[in-house]
């Protein structure tokens, strides 16, 4: 059975006991419609190779690729950390396009082989620290974010940035289950999706992007929690308005729109002092901006960090 007990669900990594319940009835639901535990075929994963890049993490011990692709939370097939593997290999990759629109001279339809072709790749080794405090050393191959949005050309006009991930019932199996506002959304303002370490990310270990951690393409921004990385992007935005964001939409009091790694700032039911790094024992204390403050901190020179969550 696929039901874990609730003492076997470690503190902070569900999002409260109502999911749990609502999770069983769910994947009751999915079990009686045939739909939930079928797999589906894997996509074969194809070398992709980066280059060595000055905004790689250095001195931290990678993550395994298979807790990588083993232990993910993508909702649209599932909320157990196990669902994404099982379930995703039902999501259609190819085609694939991303629209760029909004405040922008050039919007356009940009095809993934296109994408792929077109930036050049690099491998970004990143911390990934989760709001449920877990955290995560990752391989990344991808892109800086800004050579996309400077392709588009924005107009002055154009404070943020939204994204979306697809939102296909027939291949997503969570999409019935509406513990977020669908499709997820996601977004940034534009000096933080400008900044450097903001990355589109199209594979991880050297290969592409396996389906649960976002195939094709995905957001990494590895001094926020980990639900600012969008999966499965479809749609990027340029907007004057700050976007709305899925998980403030569904809990407002919990997660806020810039969602910054801060240790001083609890989660309403428990701490991010620490966090349990996937592979150890031992906690670990949770670094301020996830510990890429020299890099990033400027971005939010003024603001009230102690509530900047
Ligand atoms: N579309 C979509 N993107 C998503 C999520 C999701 O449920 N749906 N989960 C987020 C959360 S909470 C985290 S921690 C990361 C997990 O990424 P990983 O599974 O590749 O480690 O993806 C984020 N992106
Ligand atoms: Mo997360």
């Not at 990344?140 to 800004?146: D, T």
């Not at 940034?188 to 900044?195: C, G, Q, V």
């Not at 094709?216 to 964001?245: D, N």
Request: proline letters at 8%.
């Amino acid at each position: 059975m696929l039901i874990r007990q609730a003492p076997d669900l470690r503190e902070g990594e569900i999002t409260d006991r109502s999911l749990f319940l609502h999770r069983r009835e769910f994947i009751a639901a999915g079990a009686a419609l045939g739909t939930i535990g079928l797999g589906g075929g894997k996509a074969a994963a194809a070398p992709l190779k980066g280059a060595e890049s000055p905004f790689s993490t250095k001195g931290e011990k990678l993550t395994p690729k298979a807790d990588i692709t083993s232990y993910n939370n993508y909702y649209e097939f599932g909320v157990d950390k196990a669902d994404p593997n099982k379930n995703a290999g039902r999501l259609k990759t190819r085609p694939w396009t991303v629209v760029v629109e909004g405040e922008c001279h050039k919007p356009g339809q940009f095809g993934i082989d296109d994408i792929l072709k077109r930036y050049p790749l690099e491998e970004r080794i990143y911390r990934m620290r989760c709001v449920e405090a877990w955290s995560m050393v990752i391989p990344w191959v991808g892109f800086p974010l800004i050579s996309l949005l400077k392709q588009v050309e924005p107009t002055g006009a154009a404070k943020f940035v939204s994204f979306e991930t697809l939102d296909a019932p027939d291949q997503m199996p969570g999409l019935r289950d509406p513990v977020l506002k669908w499709p997820y959304r996601e977004g940034l303002r534009i000096d933080e999706a400008s900044h450097p370490l903001a990355i589109l990310a199209v594979g991880l270990y050297g290969e592409t992007m396996p389906n649960q951690n976002g195939a094709p393409v995905r957001l990494v921004t590895p001094w926020k929690y980990g639900f600012k990385g969008i999966k499965s992007i479809v749609k990027i935005r340029l907007q004057a308005t700050q976007p709305q964001t899925s998980w403030n939409l569904s809990n407002p009091h919990e997660y806020g729109f810039y969602s910054n790694v801060n240790p001083e700032v609890d989660h309403p039911r428990w701490s991010q002092a620490s966090e349990r790094r996937i592979g150890e024992f031992f906690r670990r204390k949770t670094l301020p901006f996830n510990g890429y403050g020299a890099q990033v901190a400027s971005l939010y020179r003024g603001m009230d960090l102690q509530k900047n969550f």
